[in-house]
């Protein structure tokens, strides 16, 4: 089985940075993809970027591009997210989740997640 341990997330300003990073363990063989969701107070959870396991290649949402990179670091099997320019509207908690597949993007599409981190940004 994949483990998936999240960390980072805290209380930040509207503007400031944040870099949260998910360590991978356990049997990754199967992994392809590694990708960033994120739930909002009373709302569903989206995805935000996703991440080839193999290549390095990147997907982001339309409403992170450009502020947020998602990164790997394959020697430490750790996963990054890094957060710039944040908005009060990036307040959520964020799950770090794995996949079989080749970046998707749905939730459904993920097979393993972690157990969440709290992203706080006040305006």
């Known amino acids: 089985q994949v483990q998936l341990v999240e960390s980072g997330g805290a209380l930040v300003q509207a503007g400031g940075s944040l870099r949260l990073s998910c360590a991978v363990s356990g049997r990754t063989f199967n992994v392809l993809a590694m990708g960033w969701f994120r739930q909002g107070s009373g709302k569903e959870r989206e995805f935000v970027a996703a991440?080839?396991?193999?290549?390095?290649?990147?997907l982001c949402a339309d409403s992170v591009k450009g502020r947020f990179a998602i990164s790997t670091d394959n020697a430490k099997n750790t996963v990054y997210l890094q957060m710039n320019t944040l908005k009060a509207e990036d307040t959520a908690v964020y799950y770090c989740?794995?996949?079989?597949?080749?970046?998707?993007?749905?939730?459904?599409?993920?097979?393993?997640w972690g157990q969440g981190t709290q992203v706080t940004v006040s305006s």
């Open positions: 989740a794995a996949s079989f597949r080749v970046l998707p993007t749905t939730r459904g599409e993920y097979n393993v």
């Open positions: 991440v080839s396991w193999r290549d390095s290649s990147t």
